[in-house]
Nanobody
Framework: QVRLVESGGGLVQAGGSLRLSCAAS????????MGWHRQAPGKQRELVAT???????NYADSVKGRFTISRDNTKNTVYLQMNSLKPEDTGVYYC???????????????WGQGTQVTVSS
């Protein structure tokens, strides 16, 4: 199996910054894309940002210019630097990875348990 463990969430005032981390461990042959999703209270889960194994990134329009996703392939870890935070960024942030396990042919998607981010106004 593959396990994703997030850290770095918390409470911050509007305009502040937080850095989320997510480490993948377990039965890993190769990790393709990694990313972050979030779910605000009463809303559907949405994509925040993704990064491929070669470093190509993609962002939701709502976070462009404020959030930066990066990864350390040697540590199977993905990061999300969040600056200029707004109250509407509040939610549970989930790490994801598209991972190929040894002995399998197709990668599968894995999710972390989530970390709470709360931005006060």
């Amino acid at each position: 199996q593959v396990r994703l463990v997030e850290s770095g969430g918390g409470l911050v005032q509007a305009g502040g910054s937080l850095r989320l981390s997510c480490a993948a461990s377990g039965s890993i042959f190769r990790i393709n894309a990694m990313g972050w999703h979030r779910q605000a209270p009463g809303k559907q889960r949405e994509l925040v940002a993704t990064v491929t194994s070669s470093g190509s990134t993609n962002y939701a329009d709502s976070v462009k210019g404020r959030f930066t996703i990066s990864r350390d392939n040697t540590k199977n870890t993905v990061y999300l630097q969040m600056n200029s935070l707004k109250p509407e960024d509040t939610g549970v942030y989930y790490c994801t990875s598209r991972t190929l396990r040894p002995g399998t042919l197709l990668p599968e998607d894995y999710w972390g348990q989530g970390t709470q981010v709360t931005v006060s106004s």
